[in-house]
């Protein structure tokens, strides 16, 4: 599915598919009483438009009834990769690839030689996934979304979830009327500066946003269920200049929610960091939200609620580690790639033991492996940058936040004076940017190579986000003493260590 938008988005119209495949199938593949094929089935499907809200707040701005009136818009049309699943009553479900009219609102999908069987119905879902085996547990997923180019909804597809209910067939015809389970919002998002942007996220106060859903097709209408929520949504964005003045239009397709009540912050990261402020409405499925927002931009600020400053670095540095309330705390421990503390009660805490990803040791690496003597059973993968799963900074605090690479662990060290210190009784060191004279401050709280911890109030100890590739056991790490010695290291991945985010 993709979606065709006139110059400007304003109302997307009822748009009616007709899906013809060359034949569908009966109740499931072991059933021994199919009917022999006989005309080729036909099936008519139409998919609701999403219905425009009526003049939503945008902070102290309100958007007329003018402005999305119905006309232009989106049309809904299938793509070359498109496939249906659709379940009977009883069985297994059936994939139904596109076969012709891609680009257009009808299409023929081929469902390989099934036909439709009397006295079963037939529920159909999109997109199609093959790990859904069960029909009460069709997972969504609504993780970090992307847009290539400004003004481009070609990304939307992954997440436009749309299911029909109980058909039964008639004259060997089926005719499903899809419905969007989520919502579509598109925000307008003027910008101070020219420059070019990699993200955009918004968050709210209060982990309200499904980010996990269960879609329960077995009865009579579909039952969502939510299994995992969120304060906050995340979005990669490629080609996207623009100029001082000129506007970022980015769409997401996103699940109900109650939002009303809350402020959103909302972020462009990039050439430079801008935000501002939403008042959030309550969001339903199949409609359409539209915000607009004049962005300011930011020196220091939040993301997802964690305070950064711009030391005039590759990236923003947060004021603190994963897990604490303030510079000066240690935060966290965690082994390099585990987003959950050891358990200290444990007498392999911090050892390889004990560390998930490996089989007992560090001869044997499940994961981010680059020498086969090092992997379980010759085991290598070829990663050695964490993936967002396995931080602890993304996991723990929200996308884009995320751990240094070795490289910026790097330029904070040449890029800064160093200065051995205290806060609130707490030794550390005071890092003053060479190029804007703003600082952070990295506590001197140690590490766990054991149950124990060593060398609090001696060494200042970070994690990378980078293996050592040559010795795959070690990762990189920041590793400063007092005497302002012995900068960088790489560790076994197993002890336990700080980890100080950084944004985009």
């Known amino acids: 599915m993709i979606y065709d ?9 009822n748009t009616s598919c007709l899906l013809i495949l060359l034949a569908l199938m009966a109740g499931c593949a072991n059933d021994t009483d199919i009917d022999e094929p006989i005309d080729r089935t036909v099936i008519t499907c139409q998919v609701d438009a999403f219905q425009w809200t009526g003049t939503p707040q945008i902070g102290t701005r309100k958007l007329t009834q003018a402005q999305h009136n119905g006309r232009g818009g989106i049309s809904f049309i ?6 249906l699943g659709i379940y009977p009553n009883a069985g297994t479900q059936q994939a139904f690839c596109i076969g012709d009219g891609a680009g257009t609102s009808t299409a023929v999908f081929d469902g390989g030689g099934w036909n439709t069987k009397a006295g079963y119905t037939y529920t159909a879902y999109y997109p199609y996934s093959k790990y859904n085996f069960d029909r009460s547990r069709i997972n969504l997923i609504y993780g970090t979304q992307e847009q290539k180019g400004n003004d481009n909804p070609d990304s ?34 003027t ?17 309200l946003l499904p980010v996990r859903q269960i879609l329960d097709i077995s009865g009579d209408e579909p039952v969502l269920t939510t299994e995992q929520w969120t304060s906050h949504f995340n979005m990669n964005l490629s080609n996207i200049s623009v100029n001082a003045g000129d506007n970022v239009v980015l769409y997401a397709l996103l699940p109900a929610a ?8 909302v972020s462009l990261y990039g050439d430079y960091t801008c935000t501002g402020h939403i008042d959030a409405q309550n969001m339903e499925s199949g409609k ?11 020196e220091e600020g939040l993301c997802n ?11 923003k540095w947060a004021t603190a580690n994963v897990g604490a309330l303030s510079p000066e705390q240690s935060g966290t421990y965690y082994a390099w790639g585990e987003t959950t503390p050891q358990d200290l009660t444990l007498s392999d805490a911090y050892k390889w033991g004990n560390y998930s990803l490996c089989n007992g040791t560090y001869s044997k690496l499940l994961k981010y492996c680059t020498t086969p003597a090092n992997g379980f059973r010759g085991f290598t993968d070829g990663q050695v940058t964490l993936l967002p799963e396995d931080d602890a900074a993304s996991v723990n605090m929200g996308q884009p936040w995320r751990t240094p690479t070795e490289a910026e662990l790097d330029e904070l060290r040449n890029n800064c004076t160093w200065t051995w210190t205290s806060r609130n009784s707490v030794a550390g060191a005071l890092v003053t940017s060479n190029i804007n004279g703003k600082s952070i401050f990295i506590p001197a709280v140690g590490y766990y190579s054991s149950p124990t911890l060593s060398n609090a109030g001696k060494f200042c100890d970070l994690w990378s986000s980078t293996i050592y590739a040559d010795y795959p056991i070690n990762a990189y790490t920041l590793h400063l003493e007092s005497t302002l010695s012995d900068w960088k290291f790489n560790h076994g991945r197993a002890q336990g260590r700080p980890v100080r985010p950084v944004l985009p």
């Open 5 to 13: 938008f006139s110059t400007t988005m304003k109302h997307l119209h």
């Open 78 to 83: 299938w793509n070359a990769t498109d496939t």
């Open 156 to 189: 939307l597809t992954r997440y436009d979830y749309i299911v029909s209910q109980g058909t039964a067939p008639a004259d060997n015809r089926l005719s499903f009327q899809f419905h969007h389970l989520g919502t579509l919002v598109r925000f307008t998002l």
């Open 191 to 207: 910008c101070p500066e020219s420059g070019s942007f990699n993200h955009f996220s918004f968050s709210c106060g209060e982990a």
């Open 258 to 265: 109650q939002l009303g009540g809350q402020t959103l912050t």
């Open 288 to 298: 359409a939200y539209s915000y607009s927002l004049n962005m300011t931009k930011c």
């Open 305 to 315: 609620g964690y305070e950064w400053v711009d030391l005039g670095l590759s990236v």
